[in-house]
């Protein structure tokens, strides 16, 4: 009778169980944790390599506090040169549709209440952002395969009155936060996360859905992160296969206090502004390893990928633009054509390693691994559709490469060592595109008097001189022609919009 009744036992715990892990385990959920204005050095993890290929430290990695981004980098593995546009509303749109920002023509940051082309900049281009009629957005194709797709935090993806304006609209089943402001009006539960002092003109933003958290103490990152725990909960209990952007406000200004970390920096070296920041840094990596912590207590880490992203170079409050100083010991900030204004870690990992897995068979991601090859934010897209051997759409041109050899711990000889930076407007750097491809960068300068060179073309060799001081323009004649017409090539295939003249002539890049 004992043995009948630990059976019995058995094989209830085992229908309790087989729901969740039974349905889980036909796909993966997948975690994708993108930071606004994070670059490649505000993180104790070093992603820059030496020339043995190790990852190398650097001061900027002392100073900051992410012991979860330890933690996911030693599950999985984390790229050393991984680009992404140099402001976040076109690397946002790259992520949800694997193409490059001069091919949907969202090459600006996207101001909600006006279309800031700049004085010379395309008159069509995509200020309405990503639209409804877009069915090949990655939340689609996800939702078409049987996936609950989930939004918190950041969305930025058209202005107000958009239809880009509502993640709902463009395939997310759940919307907690997204709306089309970049920035919240404050980081602080008392303030309702709004704009406490309202300017004329100005209009009341107030980061949605969150009214649960009004008049509380709770920080911006520690809500949205309370909720995705519910969200992935909710998911589970649904039986569905999830996908969840957890799209993080921070680290982006106001550089508000978060006074679960700041005594952690206010004996350090740097001010009171940049202490804050560094605040934020560590918030947001807390809020990285709760995640990691409820995917393992819910039992599903194992069947979970995790990517981790930032969507933009650095905008820490440390240094001259474009100078060496946020991104040290790279070159430039966020908006500059710099390595600094468009480098970002990326991390990927199974939440919880595991040989028997079958989707872990299918991806084996080396743990703890660092891969030179170059990746983009463009390769996130397709990467996810070859894992779940989804097809591309028919009709749609896909600009990033799957990055599945890469996690295996190889070299993808069909994958180009190119990345193209399309950005015709006005900002921090204006109106240039940056093209690079091995070893070589390119920078052509629409309008040179407006660049802080004065010049009309920068090219650099990124292996002899890694943080750009040496402009190669005038001694390299042969190699600057040569890159000047692949960058133009590239721009005519993805259909580029160029920046205009005073007679509103579009200034198609040429060699002089």
């Known amino acids: ?22 349905t889980a385990q036909k796909k993966p959920n997948i975690l994708l944790f993108l930071v606004d204005d994070m670059g490649l050095m505000d993180t104790s993890v070093p992603f820059l390599t030496d020339k043995n290929g190790n990852p190398q430290k650097h001061p900027l990695n002392d100073w900051y506090r992410t012991p979860n981004m330890e933690r996911l980098a030693k599950l999985g593995t984390r790229f050393s040169t991984f680009y992404a546009q140099s402001v976040c509303s076109p690397s946002r749109a790259s992520l949800l549709t694997g193409q490059n920002a001069a091919r949907h023509r969202t090459t600006q940051w996207i101001k909600p209440s006006e279309n800031n082309r700049g004085e010379f900049g395309p008159m069509d281009w995509n200020w309405k952002g990503l639209k409804a009629a877009d069915n090949a957005t990655l939340p689609k194709v996800l939702k078409a395969d049987g996936y609950r797709t989930i939004f918190l935090g950041k969305a930025h993806f058209g202005p107000l009155g958009s239809e880009g304006e509502n993640p709902l609209n463009l395939g997310f089943d759940v919307n907690v936060g997204g709306g089309s402001w970049g920035q919240p009006g404050s980081y602080l539960g008392m303030d309702n996360y709004k704009r406490t002092k309202i300017k004329p003109g100005i209009l009341d933003y107030q980061v949605p859905n969150l009214e649960k958290y009004h008049g509380t103490e709770t920080f911006l990152t520690e809500a949205l992160t309370l909720e995705a725990k519910e969200e992935i909960k909710k998911a589970i209990k649904s039986k569905e296969p999830f996908f969840l952007e957890m799209s993080h406000y921070a680290l982006h200004a ?20 940049e202490q804050r920041f560094s605040a934020l840094v560590e918030g947001m990596d807390k809020s990285l390893g709760d995640l990691l912590d409820v995917l393992n207590e819910v039992g599903i880490a194992e069947n979970t990928l995790v990517l981790f992203v930032g969507d933009n170079g650095s905008d820490a409050p440390i240094g001259n633009m474009y100078q060496v100083g946020s991104s040290a010991p790279l070159r430039g900030k966020k908006g500059t054509h710099y390595e600094g204004g468009m480098r970002v870690p990326f991390i990927a990992a199974w939440a919880k390693p595991d040989v028997n897995n079958i989707w872990q068979k299918k991806l084996p991601i080396v743990q703890n691994a660092i891969q030179e090859q170059m990746g983009t934010i463009m390769d996130i897209y397709p990467t996810i559709l070859d894992l779940l051997s989804i097809e591309t759409p028919k009709k749609y041109a896909v600009d990033g490469f799957s990055l599945g050899e890469n996690l295996k711990g190889n070299r993808n000889t069909k994958k180009p060592e190119m990345f193209l930076m399309h950005f015709p407007h006005q900002h921090r750097s204006s109106y240039f595109t940056s093209y690079r491809n091995g070893d070589w960068k390119l920078v052509y300068h629409y309008y040179p008097e407006m660049n802080v060179e004065k010049v009309k073309y920068e090219l650099f060799n990124l292996s002899k001189d890694p943080y750009e001081q040496k402009n190669l323009a005038a001694v390299e004649p042969a190699k600057l022609k040569n890159m000047v017409k692949q960058m133009k090539t590239r721009l005519k295939k993805e259909d580029a919009l160029y920046p205009i003249d005073s007679s509103g002539e579009s200034m198609i890049p040429f060699f002089e």
């Open 1 to 22: 009778m004992k043995l009948k009744s630990i059976y019995f036992r058995i094989c209830l715990i085992a229908l309790v169980i087989l729901p969740i892990y039974g």
């Open 254 to 273: 106001p550089f508000m206090t978060d006074s679960r970390f700041i005594e952690n920096y206010t004996s350090m070296k740097y001010g009171e502004t």
